[in-house]
């Protein structure tokens, strides 16, 4: 990106934004803008509209499309507390996709290029041909696993085996999934039967009263929850200012099948802003209605709201993402490779939730990576490069 072009997306896509989170939230706002300029791989975490209209120009709309994960960077993998319930010991904790809020239709290459150059961005000594290496493993890894889906066998095509994980994810999986570590969660977040008035929780009587009993209906299917406590959520990350939340407490039939459950308005996917100019006639859309479940979660669900659709889903003592830093070199491989396989799952689980022929779209989705793998595995290094260019001029500029 040539810096010209890279001011002129900041300029057009990042300042309006900002002044906007300035006039509706000057404390978050400034909080927001530091985070932004602490390091390239915060301003890449939070700058996927300025991304965009990059990773189009340069992996453009060609191929099969998918129900993206939309924003696929390293950190937006983690530990999931949302699990089958294992008595009193709570929901079994996996390492998954945890954040779906931008999901949308887009090319099935997005999210892996996405994720290749996060890597990269997040490990500054990474050269391009190691870079390059890793994104090969990623797509001939997630063509294997949408290989599978063609045969009807995504069940077993996306297994994960304990022996053949990054031994940095298989120690995050066993510190929050020790019952100890969730006991203490517990304490801290429930007394008496409710939710610990603190942390930014308020009550929320109106919220209570309407939105309680909507979320109980959802679940009882699911889950067979009782909503036992709701309360107005005032602090989020960056992710998530200016969206109303709350976070519920739920209660299911089995002994220790406590959860609590964040609610927060569901707005449209900033993929909304570049997909629409894009050529796409091959996938349904349900719109922001969709949502695949994260890591299984048996509470995730989308229910109406008065301004925007509201999502439902479990958020209690796990969602621990890797620290870049702390990655041993050699577990790259291992981690891309697990990575191009939670992907693949989420792309194959969202194309059923749209009705499409999973087999069909799978099949072609395949033999597409497998045709440009090669080709596309040169883009992540372009793609953070990019990125460091831009952020060179965010943080250079007055506040």
């Given amino acids: 990106m040539a810096q010209r072009r890279a001011a002129a997306l900041v300029d057009s896509l990042l300042a309006p934004a900002q002044a906007v989170l300035v ?22 975490r939070a700058t996927l509209a300025l991304q965009l209209p990059a990773l189009a120009a340069r992996a453009g709309a060609d191929g099969p499309w998918a129900w993206a994960v939309g924003d696929a960077h390293l950190a937006n993998f983690a530990t999931v507390a949302s699990g089958v319930e294992r008595g009193g010991d709570g929901p079994r904790v996996v390492f998954d996709v945890a954040d779906g809020d931008e999901e949308h239709p887009a090319p099935w290459a997005w999210d892996l290029l996405r994720f290749c150059a ?56 066993e510190r929050d999934g020790d019952p100890a570590r969730r006991r203490s969660w517990l304490k801290e977040t429930i007394a008496r039967g409710r939710l610990r008035r603190r942390d930014g929780l308020s009550d929320d009587a109106e919220a209570k009263r309407t939105l309680a009993p909507v979320l109980a209906a959802a679940l009882a299917d699911s889950h067979a929850a009782r909503v036992i406590d709701l309360c107005r959520r005032e602090a989020s990350g960056v ?20 959860r609590t459950i964040e609610i927060k308005e569901r707005r449209p996917s900033e ?28 509470c995730q669900v989308v229910l109406p709201g008065a301004a925007w659709p509201l999502l439902a889903r479990t958020r209690c003592h796990a969602r621990t993402a890797l620290d870049p830093a702390a990655i041993a070199a050699d577990e790259l491989p291992a981690l891309a490779r697990l990575c191009a ?40 290094w372009d793609l953070a490069q990019d990125n460091r260019a831009a ?9």
């Fill in 23 to 44: 006039a509706v939230d000057p404390a978050a706002a400034k909080a927001k803008r530091a985070r932004m300029r602490g390091s390239p791989f915060a301003f890449y």
């Fill in 118 to 173: 996060s890597l990269a961005v997040a490990r500054p000594r990474m050269d391009r041909a190691a870079l390059r290496g890793l994104a090969r493993l990623t797509f001939a890894r997630y063509a294997e696993v949408m290989a599978r889906a063609a045969e009807d066998d995504l069940e077993h095509g996306a297994r994960v085996f304990v022996q053949d994980l990054p031994p940095s994810v298989v120690a995050l999986m």
């Fill in 239 to 258: 992710g998530s200012l200016g969206l109303r939340r709350w976070l519920a407490l739920a209660v299911g039939p089995d002994a220790g099948a406590v």
């Fill in 271 to 298: 993929l909304a802003r570049v997909v629409p100019a894009l050529p796409d006639h091959r996938l349904p859309r349900r719109g922001i209605a969709v949502t695949v479940a994260l890591g299984g979660d048996p």
């Fill in 341 to 380: 396989t939670l992907i693949a799952r989420f792309h194959a689980r969202g194309l059923a939730l749209c009705g499409v022929d999973v087999p069909a779209r799978a099949e072609a989705i395949a033999a597409d990576a497998r045709r440009r793998g090669e080709a596309l595995s040169a883009l992540p």
């Fill in 391 to 399: 952020f060179a001029i965010w943080k250079a500029r007055k506040a």
